[in-house]
């Protein structure tokens, strides 16, 4: 590649760009008030991260069931990118970043395994216990309810098309 192409040439498009959709679909289903109001998980920086982990453990679930790799890293890059712009709104230096990245992904790695297995075991009550240890609920909260909430989610996703997923068009039903 030139000098000249490198300068002035057009960038190559961002693969994720076209997966933007399904992650901002992702938040915004996250962001539900029927989770805060209803099933009562906690409205604060703890609950509403565990909703985001939960909801794209269920898309990446269905990804993978499809074996769809390379979206599904994408969009892990997605949910990357927005957590580390979140932290450096909260303030985070560029020294710790590293390290909270890493342990936000570690949150995610553990809440997909156990939504993963709850899931294989077809069990409203394995998902439920599995909700209840992930999720953080403020009082009088609603672990039945949110395992309700994915399963009903799960079993939409599970019979999504492709396109659709990818258009964000799922999670309306509720």
């Known amino acids: 590649m030139s000098l000249f192409?490198?300068?002035?040439?057009?960038?190559?498009?961002?693969?994720r760009e076209e997966l933007r959709v399904l992650w901002l679909r992702v938040v915004a289903l996250a962001?539900?008030?029927?989770?805060?109001?209803d099933c009562h998980v906690a409205d604060t920086v703890s609950g509403?991260?565990?909703?985001?982990?939960?909801?794209?453990?269920?898309?990446?679930?269905?990804?993978?069931?499809?074996?769809?790799r390379t979206q599904s890293a994408l969009v892990t890059e997605l949910f990357v990118e927005d957590m580390e712009g979140q932290l450096r709104e909260f303030g985070v230096n560029d020294v710790v970043v590293g390290k909270r990245?890493?342990?936000?992904?570690?949150?995610?790695?553990?809440?997909?395994?156990a939504i993963r297995m709850?899931?294989?075991a077809d069990d409203l009550v394995e998902l439920t216990g599995a909700v209840e240890r992930n999720v953080t609920f403020a009082d009088a909260g609603s672990p039945l309810g949110v395992?309700?909430?994915?399963?009903?989610l799960h079993r939409e996703l599970t019979d999504l098309g492709d396109e659709a997923l990818f258009a964000g068009r799922f999670g309306d039903a509720r």
């Open 101 to 113: 990245m890493g342990g936000l992904m570690s949150a995610l790695g553990g809440r997909l395994g």
């Open 147 to 152: 395992a309700e909430r994915l399963l009903a």
């Open 48 to 68: 509403r991260f565990d909703m985001i982990c939960v909801v794209l453990s269920l898309v990446l679930l269905r990804m993978e069931a499809r074996d769809l």
């Open 31 to 37: 962001r539900e008030p029927a989770w805060y109001a």
């Open 5 to 15: 192409t490198r300068l002035f040439g057009s960038k190559p498009a961002d693969p």
């Open 118 to 120: 709850a899931l294989a």
